[in-house]
């Protein structure tokens, strides 16, 4: 079955960089993009990016473009995401999810990392 | 940039059917999703494609999008439908979800 593993909560500081990860298994890891989407405590959902596993080629969306960079390792079917100058609007559960490639919905979410940016 | 419009809320009856909106600039020229999330847990995809519903979904999720606004259509509402609902569509090469519907049940 089709599972998106991600890493533990990250407690950081402002200005600190995160980078979580998403484990995937029970398909072809480069059959799919993976998109990454946040949601803050209490808010709605917000599109930070995907990442075509196959070739590494990314899409950010303008409010993260340059300070998110998605990246994979094909070897061990795992994506990552890395957040940097991190301020406590950061503080976020950020999810990975997957989108088919010819599709335009996402059929399976992880289960979430919360992230938390504290001094 | 592109924007998507729902309901800060919606309230329903058990058995009557809840009826989610999602608005946006011809909206239905493109494609739209439903998700529902539940506290504490990772939204799941009702509704694809506009109207399409994935393997595992009650019969009972319908959508429809037509002119500027989709449609979530939760017939014979239960408890357990209680929960945030998110419309989700592309805009060229990004991704677009709606503020969010929470919907209540009582």
């Known amino acids: 079955q089709v599972q998106l593993v991600q890493s533990g909560a990250e407690v950081k500081k402002p200005g600190a960089s995160v980078k979580v990860s998403c484990k995937a298994s029970?398909?072809?890891?480069?059959?799919?993009?993976m998109h990454w989407v946040r949601q803050a405590p209490g808010q709605g959902l917000k599109w930070m990016g995907w990442i075509n596993p196959n070739s590494g080629g990314t899409n950010y969306a303008q409010m993260f473009q340059g300070r998110v960079t998605m990246t994979r390792d094909t070897s061990i079917s795992t994506v990552y995401m890395e957040l940097s100058r991190l301020s406590s609007d950061d503080t976020a559960v950020y999810y990975c999810?997957?989108?088919?490639?010819?599709?335009?919905?996402?059929?399976?979410w992880g289960q979430g990392i919360l992230v938390t940016v504290s001094s | 940039s592109y924007e998507l419009t729902q309901p800060p809320s919606v309230s329903v009856s058990p058995g009557q059917t809840a009826s989610i909106t999602c608005s946006g600039d011809k909206l239905g020229d493109k494609y739209v999703c439903w998700y529902q999330q539940k506290p504490g847990q990772s939204p799941v995809l009702v509704i694809y494609q506009d109207f399409k519903r994935p393997s595992g979904i009650p019969e009972r999720f319908s959508g429809s999008n037509s002119g500027n606004t989709a449609t979530l259509t939760i017939s014979g509402t239960l408890a357990m439908d209680e929960a945030d609902y998110y419309c989700?569509?592309?805009?060229?090469?990004?991704?677009?979800f709606g503020g969010g519907t929470k919907l209540t049940v009582l």
């Open positions: 999810a997957r989108v088919p490639r010819d599709g335009d919905y996402i059929d399976y």
């Open positions: 989700q569509a592309w805009d060229t090469t990004t991704v677009v």
């Open positions: 029970g398909y072809t890891f480069t059959d799919y993009y």
